[in-house]
């Protein structure tokens, strides 16, 4: 664990699960990755990486009272709400070339992440599922076109 420890040390957060997922499989983890990934998790709860309080935030289902009666159908008419959104916002910031603009574009966006995140998980991917599904189609891009969809070292 030190090895992975010093690692984690030296990148953000925000690549922590895709450490912890290549040391699992490094070390014949293939099926186990939870376990590894779960104990990367609670060090850099108890160990903010470089001494920061930067955490890894993953986004979070609308799965609320507010939200429960919401059905697929729905849920993917609101994906495409804030499609619309982010869209709208995007033609403004390529007008005023505003950080202001900028910012909405990315809150936009983000909200279109939460509502995907919302309909991945009333098809029944909880928070480990859908982690498991980006690594998959992390690594699935990362081999397609020669690996060059991603800067060298990204998306390990």
């Keep these: 664990m030190s090895t992975l ?3 984690l040390s030296e990148m953000k957060c925000d690549h922590a699960h895709d450490v912890a997922r290549s040391m ?4 014949g983890y293939d099926e186990g990755w ?3 990934y779960d104990a990367v998790a609670d060090w850099i709860e ?9 955490k890894l935030i993953l986004p979070h289902p609308c799965d609320g009272e507010l939200y429960k009666d919401v059905g697929h159908a729905e849920q993917m008419m609101k994906i495409y709400d804030e499609y619309l959104e ?5 033609s403004r910031y390529l007008i005023s070339n505003l ?5 909405s574009v990315a809150r936009e966006l983000t909200d279109v992440i939460v509502a995907v995140t919302t309909m991945l998980d009333k098809l029944g991917y909880d928070e480990k599922a859908r982690q498991d599904l980006l690594y998959e189609i992390n690594m699935s891009n990362r081999l397609r076109d020669y690996g060059k969809r991603f800067k060298e070292g990204d998306a390990k």
Excluded: L
Aim: glycine share 10%; with cysteine; hydrophobic share 25%.
């Design 5 to 7: 420890k010093q690692m």
């Design 34 to 36: 939870h376990e590894c």
């Design 46 to 54: 108890k160990n903010a990486i470089g001494g920061s309080k930067e």
């Design 99 to 103: 950080p202001s603009d900028r910012h």
């Design 24 to 27: 699992a499989y490094g070390e």
């Design 86 to 90: 982010a869209q709208r916002a995007f």
